[in-house]
């Protein structure tokens, strides 16, 4: 059934789709018998699992207990795979160090380990969307929604704020991302409105800047 109420889980869950799409990506194209690339590899992966870790903690925070009061179990299972995810993280990264065996053969292994990570992660943020939002829904109101969201916002730091933008801004409808800026444009700060917007030009195809300029007028 479609649900037409703010969902907390809808637009964060396209930049991750979007965010281990792109690394799983950059995985497979790199060439692990060269150590820059690796190390290049190794840090976008960092990036990227610092993101995730920050985001499982956020929905620890702010939407697992509200899901707790209505549906125990699904809250309980949640939190219980953001621990397994950050195991999973730490072993990816342990793999991608690791010198046991050749360079091309240990990164084969990290490609397929971290396809599957993304599957699993993928799997998880569906159940939050189809098990989590609907005991939210059930358990408040449209402004209190509106508030856990505004709690959320508020608790990143605006260097991580700019990390999540570079991928909010390709991962979502030109609508959604028009609606987007144009709330950061009436109640953003002016300098924080315009360091986004050099960001979208930088992460969006030359068709959408033209709307990107028309927001900046």
């Not at 699992?49 to 499982?56: I, V």
């Not at 125990?72 to 995810?85: S, T």
């Not at 260097?159 to 950061?184: I, K, S, V």
């Amino acid at each position: 059934m479609t649900h037409h109420r703010r969902s907390l889980y809808r637009d964060i869950h396209k930049a991750v789709r979007l965010m281990l799409h792109t690394l799983v990506g950059r995985a497979s194209r790199t060439d692990f018998d060269d150590p820059s690339e690796v190390a290049a590899l190794r840090a976008d992966t960092l990036r990227t699992f610092g993101l995730l870790e920050s985001h499982a903690e956020h929905e620890n925070t702010h939407m697992n207990p509200i899901v707790a009061r209505v549906a125990p179990e699904v809250a309980q299972r949640l939190d219980d795979e953001h621990d397994e995810q950050t195991l999973r993280m730490h072993g990816l990264l342990e793999l991608l160090d690791a010198g046991e065996t050749s360079p091309a053969g240990r990164g084969h292994v990290f490609v397929v380990s971290l396809s599957r990570f993304f599957a699993e992660v993928e799997s998880h943020m569906a159940d939050e969307e189809e098990l989590a939002m609907p005991a939210i829904w059930s358990a408040l109101d449209d402004d209190a929604i509106l508030a856990v969201e505004h709690a959320i916002v508020a608790s990143i730091p605006p260097d991580e704020r700019m990390q999540w933008m570079r991928w909010f801004l390709p991962a979502l409808p030109a609508r959604d991302r028009e609606a987007m800026l144009t709330g950061m444009k009436q109640g953003a700060p002016p300098e924080a409105f315009a360091a986004t917007l050099a960001l979208a030009r930088e992460v969006l195809p030359a068709s959408e800047h033209p709307a990107l300029e028309r927001l900046a007028a």
